[in-house]
């Protein structure tokens, strides 16, 4: 397969490219760290310094891509809130990276797509779009929006037979949950979160969500009443687990 991978410079994505890669596919790695690209290429892969916040930039480099089997839009951010300060330049930041990035991702990508055999398109989000948590105002609006859009292009794309997939990991070990300051259940490994990933994607499955132990939970935790929910939310943070 031809396979082009977002945020394949860190994290999830990386070690994505690099499971692909060890299978034998041809894949294309977009991201910004300089030093990091130029050891992916070492290694064989087609590395790209692509800033996708930046809509022209993004599009010229993506018109000169041929054709496309499997795209994973992966790159995105995360900052909390931390009150008292509402930060609203903080939920543009992330707004920008999680959801405008994928728009801009998807623009780019769907001509070569449209190209390629059984094409597929798959977006991550996050499992903390299943219900409110605290402090991820800006986050958990980000993912919520990118469950939106992919959800919905699936409905579109499937006349013209791209699969959609979107995922929703829980915690992963990654650089991204190394600055967090509060307990991550069930946390993953990026191996596992891979593994995972890949399972998904070779049964093309609509929604791909791990660890199921934590992601089933907060499922059903997202069936109660907002007013339930609240109570159990503010009960933790009172208890001062954080977020
Ligand atoms: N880790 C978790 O627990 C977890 C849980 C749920 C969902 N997720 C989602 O999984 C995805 C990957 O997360 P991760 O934990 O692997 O994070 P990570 O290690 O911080 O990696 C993020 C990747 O996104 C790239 N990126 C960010 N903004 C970009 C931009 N404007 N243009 C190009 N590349 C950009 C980064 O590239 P450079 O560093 O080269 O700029 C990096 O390769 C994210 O969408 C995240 O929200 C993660």
Same mark, same amino acid.
């Given at each position: 397969?031809?396979?082009?991978?977002t945020?394949?410079?860190?994290g999830?994505?990386k070690?994505l490219?690099?499971d692909?890669l060890?299978e034998g596919?041809e894949?294309?790695?977009?991201?910004?760290n300089?030093?990091?690209?130029?050891e992916?290429?070492?290694?064989?892969?087609n590395?790209?310094?692509?800033?996708?916040?930046?809509?022209? @930039?993004? +599009?010229e480099?993506?018109?000169? *891509?041929?054709?496309i089997?499997l795209? !994973?839009?992966n790159?995105?951010? /995360?900052?909390?809130?931390?009150?008292?300060?509402?930060?609203?330049?903080?939920i543009?930041?992330?707004?920008?990276?999680?959801v405008?990035s994928?728009?801009i991702s998807?623009?780019?990508?769907?001509p070569a797509?449209?190209?390629?055999i059984?094409?597929?398109?798959v977006?991550?989000?996050?499992?903390?779009?299943?219900?409110p948590?605290?402090?991820?105002?800006?986050?958990?609006?980000?993912?919520?929006a990118? @469950?939106? +859009?992919?959800?919905?292009?699936? *409905?579109?794309?499937?006349?013209?037979? !791209?699969?959609?997939?979107?995922? /929703?990991?829980?915690f992963?070990?990654t650089?991204?949950t190394?600055?967090?300051?509060?307990?991550m259940?069930?946390q993953?490994?990026?191996?596992?979160a891979?593994?995972a990933i890949?399972?998904?994607i070779?049964?093309?499955?609509?929604e791909?969500h791990?660890?199921r132990?934590?992601?089933?939970?907060l499922?059903?935790l997202?069936?109660l009443?907002?007013?339930l929910w609240?109570h159990?939310?503010?009960r933790?943070?009172?208890?001062g687990q954080?977020?």
């Amino acid at each position: 397969m031809r396979i082009l991978i977002t945020g394949a410079t860190s994290g999830i994505g990386k070690q994505l490219a690099l499971d692909y890669l060890a299978e034998g596919h041809e894949v294309w790695t977009i991201g910004r760290n300089q030093q990091v690209l130029d050891e992916l290429a070492e290694l064989g892969f087609n590395a790209v310094k692509i800033d996708l916040s930046n809509r022209a @930039e993004a +599009l010229e480099w993506f018109n000169t *891509l041929t054709s496309i089997d499997l795209a !994973i839009l992966n790159a995105g951010t /995360c900052e909390y809130i931390d009150y008292p300060d509402f930060d609203s330049a903080l939920i543009q930041r992330v707004m920008r990276a999680n959801v405008e990035s994928m728009a801009i991702s998807i623009e780019g990508i769907l001509p070569a797509l449209r190209k390629g055999i059984n094409p597929h398109l798959v977006g991550v989000g996050s499992s903390a779009a299943y219900v409110p948590l605290p402090r991820a105002e800006a986050y958990g609006a980000s993912k919520a929006a990118v @469950e939106y +859009l992919i959800n919905t292009l699936r *409905l579109a794309l499937f006349r013209e037979n !791209i699969a959609v997939s979107l995922v /929703c990991p829980g915690f992963v070990k990654t650089p991204l949950t190394d600055k967090n300051d509060f307990p991550m259940p069930f946390q993953v490994s990026v191996q596992e979160a891979s593994r995972a990933i890949r399972k998904g994607i070779a049964k093309r499955k609509p929604e791909i969500h791990f660890p199921r132990r934590f992601t089933y939970l907060l499922k059903i935790l997202s069936l109660l009443p907002h007013s339930l929910w609240t109570h159990v939310a503010q009960r933790m943070m009172r208890n001062g687990q954080k977020p």
